[in-house]
């Protein structure tokens, strides 16, 4: 048998239904800060002859930034920034498939690529 809801009652069902299912969809981008701050260090290494491509994607809670040597290959490094769960971000640097750091911000996380030592000749 049916179920009979008063309107008011069935408006703030569907309210409160569309809030967290809101806050699951959320999608999750880079802004112009970082990404000027993406592909200045992207330009250098493109420079220095180590990079070629790049790409950018977006799911529902993460944006990525994947860098490649050739764009067939597998991404070298991903810079993804993620949603937590107290609506913070977090970004997090991989080398391949492993997790190579973690930091609440974007300048933190590039200082990864910062400290890696270079060959010299």
Not at 16 to 45: I, K, M, T
């Amino acid at each position: 048998m049916a179920e009979v809801l008063r309107f008011e009652r069935f408006l703030r069902q569907a309210q409160q239904r569309r809030a967290a299912s809101s806050g699951r969809r959320r999608q999750v981008y880079f802004d112009r800060r970082e990404l000027q701050l993406l592909v200045g260090l992207y330009s250098e290494n493109v420079m220095a002859g180590e990079w070629r491509d790049y790409a950018l994607d977006h799911f529902e809670g993460m944006a990525l930034f994947s860098i490649f040597r050739r764009s067939e290959e597998r991404p070298l490094y991903v810079v993804a920034k993620r949603l937590s769960a107290a609506a913070t971000y977090h970004y997090l640097v991989f080398e391949g498939d492993q997790r190579r750091a973690i930091h609440a911000s974007l300048d933190g996380a590039l200082n990864f690529f910062r400290r890696r030592l270079k060959l010299v000749e």
